[in-house]
């Protein structure tokens, strides 16, 4: 079964530096996709960023980019620039290829930004 | 992009009564939803897969007779919640897999917080 770890329960940053979020994943699997969707206050779930773990090349969304080493199974995403809006819970999450198979959700972090 | 609307987004209940919830995918047919229950400050916990046309998937754990999961159509998966009690007070989340659009992610409903007095 697939498992995905967030250590950070909860992380703060001042407004306009740089955080990093971590993550780490366990599947036997070589074929799969890793994502980070954020969930502000009003808990809809918003995707920031995706990863297929056939590309070599880093993701990157604007502010958001991702370290993505897969030998070591890490999924790790830097939020570069903070702002205020970026507070939020984020959670990162599994899924094998295929387009219909469940998420897997790591347990999260409060990142709250500081003005 | 795709779009699943959740109703209701919010609900309160007698102990005892039926809930049910819908999530309805608008611009897409979605063959498959999950749905997913969250309770504050924890992550989203799979409860079950509905499929269209065929009988729902639930997790371990999950009771089947209270959490009644239908898949009506291709463009809509309901969630009821049969005999509430307080401890079935949650937020309740359905997803809709991106089949071809994996590039566009998995699309979420809004959300119900169904509180049950």
């Known amino acids: 079964a697939q498992t995905v770890t967030q250590s950070q329960p909860e992380m703060s940053v001042q407004e306009a530096e740089t955080v990093t979020l971590s993550c780490t994943y366990d599947t036997s699997e070589s074929n799969y996709y890793l994502f980070w969707y954020k969930q502000p206050p009003s808990r809809q779930m918003i995707l920031v960023i995706r990863?297929?773990?056939?590309?070599?090349q880093n993701a990157t969304e604007n502010r958001f980019s991702v370290n993505f080493q897969k030998a070591a199974k890490s999924f790790s995403l830097k939020i570069s620039d903070s702002q205020l809006g970026d507070t939020a819970m984020y959670f990162c999450?599994?899924?094998?290829?295929?387009?219909?198979?469940?998420?897997?959700f790591g347990k999260g972090t409060k990142l709250t930004v500081n003005p | 992009g795709a779009v699943v609307s959740q109703h209701p987004s919010w609900v309160i209940c007698k102990s005892g009564t039926s809930v049910k919830i819908e999530c309805r995918s608008l611009?897409?047919?979605?063959?498959?939803m999950f749905w997913y229950r969250q309770f504050p400050k924890q992550s989203l916990m799979l409860m079950a897969t509905?499929?269209?046309?065929?009988?729902?998937?639930?997790e371990q754990g999950v009771e089947k007779d209270k959490f009644l999961i239908n898949h009506a159509s291709l463009t809509l998966s309901t969630l009821t919640v049969t005999s509430a009690h307080p401890e079935d007070s949650s937020f309740y989340i359905c997803?809709?897999?991106?089949?071809?659009?994996?590039?566009?992610?998995?699309?979420f409903g809004s959300g119900t917080r169904l509180t049950v007095v």
């Open positions: 999450a599994f899924t094998l290829q295929g387009g219909s198979e469940k998420l897997v």
């Open positions: 990863q297929e773990a056939y590309k070599q």
């Open positions: 509905s499929n269209e046309g065929s009988k729902a998937t639930y």
């Open positions: 611009d897409f047919q979605a063959t498959t």
């Open positions: 997803s809709a897999p991106p089949g071809l659009r994996v590039g566009d992610g998995y699309t």
